[in-house]
């Protein structure tokens, strides 16, 4: 059933407190979706249909888990492994960028641009990025000791997603994702 949200989830319960979680927008099937793992860990846990402090998803990707922790739900979702890359003439025409670096895991794109105003001024044609054969395109600059990311969710194969989040990471919660500064 449609939903009209971007990402639906739906839950199969395999143990008293593990499910298999699946993600699906209007066009496909998807790897991994934040919002809709909390939202269903939200209504797991509100509604009292899991007595544990602790959920388990299982999903065609990963293992994902979600804790109750002082009326806060805390996701734990492990970390993608990035991989430089070049641009190549694809990427180059797609996003019309050119970034001081670039990585990619194996569903996501991260450009870091020169200057704080590329990333603001970044116009995406999303006709052009659902071609790439990414789900998430991350676009940073650094700014006087920090990053600040502006994120665009792009689902391959499907649609594309006109979110835009943007926000700013202290340089060493940046190390702690790899990165290099």
């Known amino acids: 059933m449609e939903m009209n949200l971007s990402e639906t989830a739906f ?7 593990t499910f298999n979680l699946r993600w699906f927008t209007p066009a496909v099937e998807v790897d991994l979706c934040g919002h809709a793992t909390l939202a269903s860990a939200h209504v797991l846990f509100s509604e009292g249909l899991v007595k544990q402090d602790e959920i388990i998803f299982k999903s065609r990707s990963r293992i994902l888990k979600a804790y109750q922790r002082d009326g806060w739900i805390e ?32 569903v996501n794109l991260l450009l870091e641009l020169k200057t704080f105003q590329e990333v603001q001024e970044f116009k995406p044609d999303f006709s052009k990025l659902i071609l790439l054969p990414y789900q998430g395109l991350i676009i940073t600059s650094r700014m006087e000791g920090v990053f600040l990311i502006l994120l665009l969710v792009i689902l391959r194969r499907g649609q594309a997603l006109t979110k835009t989040r943007s926000r700013v990471l202290p340089i060493a919660r940046w ?7």
């Open 11 to 17: 839950l199969t319960r395999l143990e008293p407190a």
């Open 75 to 106: 996701l734990d979702f492990p970390a993608f492994k990035l991989q430089p890359i070049k641009m190549t003439a694809d990427l180059h025409f797609a996003l019309g960028l050119n970034p001081v670096s670039a990585f990619e895991s194996d």
């Open 175 to 181: 190390r702690r994702f790899g990165h290099r500064v």
